[in-house]
């Protein structure tokens, strides 16, 4: 407000031509009282502003493996599995429940797959509908995907999977990340 | 470009005489420290509004975090003042600010006292100064509980009993500040009620009131 009071009163003609530069005392007065309140009012903002965004300048916390079945009990046919995993929240750490649908390909190589629709995401069943045998299917809209995860209707992309280790005859499951399966 | 978009809003709205009423105005020469250095004590209005200014900031940004509940309100409180970056320095400002704003506001409230600007026709102003006083006093007493730690569990506790000792009315006043019979759960949602959104609301409107106020009236003459 003040560079503009300003401004006009030098287009208005109040202030007599000057051969030099030389600052009008009301020019003075506006950079410096501006100044000092854009000072006064800044610093204070830029901790409050640094404090409100910290979320998306912390580390991003690396997943751990969570122990999640027997490599025996894994088959061709996918089956759900529930595990726990720790999740720290700000100040709340908790045990959430996830769940995954693991299943073994013709080669043998185990692959688990979220549950979260990929739609508006629901959670998806193996043969959860009488219409799509063999398929993964989700109750909200009727998205249904291959047991590699590919989508077939309505879905806009492939079932998430989850990062896979085999160790001393126990699957690992860790992060979700993009299919890579199609 | 700036002046741009100032004119072009300005063409439509006529909004320089606006911010012209509110800017130009006298600033008598006795209120001057650039004239009598002694004229400082004029600034602790002024000051007041600043602290009060940060504690508005601070404390919106502070509850981008904390937690009004008994499991939660001290972990969050801890959370926020050590592992979100400047917490300590927003906590800070917020912590030191409350008790700066009442300091200052006291010394305001003495410079009108010793100058005499309560006087006709100044009354008014000086009743609605002291609303301010007791809406901050309540600002510093509900917010004082909110990180329900030791501290701020046994303040409330002697704050309600001194409440409480009211004559006849005490009792149903400690049970509308605790909402309940005991210091716990509901006295901390309802202290945080009041400490973000009745207090401040109320607080707003008597700064408009004073502030209109010695902008009609003037700023008293000198002694």
Wanted: hydrophobic fraction near 45%; glycine fraction near 8%; charge should be negative.
């Amino acid at each position: 407000m003040r560079e503009e009071h300003n401004q006009e009163a030098q287009e208005s003609g109040q202030l007599p031509k000057k051969s030099r530069r030389e600052m009008s005392r009301r020019q003075f007065l506006s950079y410096t009282l501006g100044g000092t309140g854009a000072f006064m009012v800044g610093v204070p903002l830029i901790f409050n502003l640094r404090f409100a965004v910290d979320p998306l300048l912390q580390k991003k916390q690396g997943t751990d493996y969570v122990k999640v079945a027997k490599v025996e009990e894994i088959s061709e046919v996918p089956q759900a599995f529930k595990f726990t995993v720790h999740q720290v929240d700000g100040w709340y750490e908790s045990e959430p429940t996830m769940e995954a649908w693991i299943s073994s390909d013709q080669e043998g190589n185990i692959f688990a797959l979220s549950p979260v629709c990929k739609h508006l995401g629901c959670t998806v069943n193996w043969n959860g509908s009488g219409d799509y045998p063999e398929q993964y299917f989700c109750p909200c809209h009727g998205a249904h995907y291959t047991k590699d995860g590919e989508a077939l209707a309505i879905a806009p992309a492939p079932l998430d999977q989850y990062e896979v280790k085999v160790e001393n005859g126990w699957v690992y499951l860790g992060a979700i990340h993009a299919n890579e399966r199609v | 470009m700036l002046k741009s978009v100032y004119n072009w809003i300005d063409e439509r709205l006529d909004i320089t005489p606006m911010w012209r009423d509110v800017a130009d105005h006298e600033v008598p020469e006795h209120v001057n420290p650039a004239h009598h250095f002694s004229a400082f004590v004029y600034c602790f209005g002024g000051l007041t509004f600043f602290i009060t200014v940060i504690q508005i900031l601070s404390g919106m940004f502070l509850t981008m975090y904390f937690v009004p509940d008994i499991i939660n309100a001290y972990k969050s409180v801890d959370y926020l003042q050590h592992k979100v970056a400047f917490g300590v320095i927003v906590r800070g400002m917020h912590h030191w600010g409350a008790s700066l704003v009442i300091v200052m506001m006291f010394l305001h409230t003495l410079r009108v006292f010793f100058t005499g600007s309560y006087k006709a026709p100044r009354e008014m102003n000086w009743i609605v100064g002291m609303l301010i006083f007791f809406v901050m006093l309540g600002l510093g007493f509900t917010g004082y509980l909110l990180p329900w730690d030791n501290k701020a569990y046994y303040a409330t506790k002697v704050g309600i009993q001194i409440a409480a000792s009211v004559p006849y009315a005490g009792e149903y006043i400690a049970i509308f500040l605790q909402g309940g019979d005991i210091v716990g759960a509901q006295t901390l949602t309802r202290f945080f009620a009041l400490h973000v959104f009745f207090l401040p609301g109320a607080l707003l409107a008597l700064l408009g009131a004073h502030f209109f106020m010695i902008r009609k009236q003037g700023i008293s003459g000198p002694l």
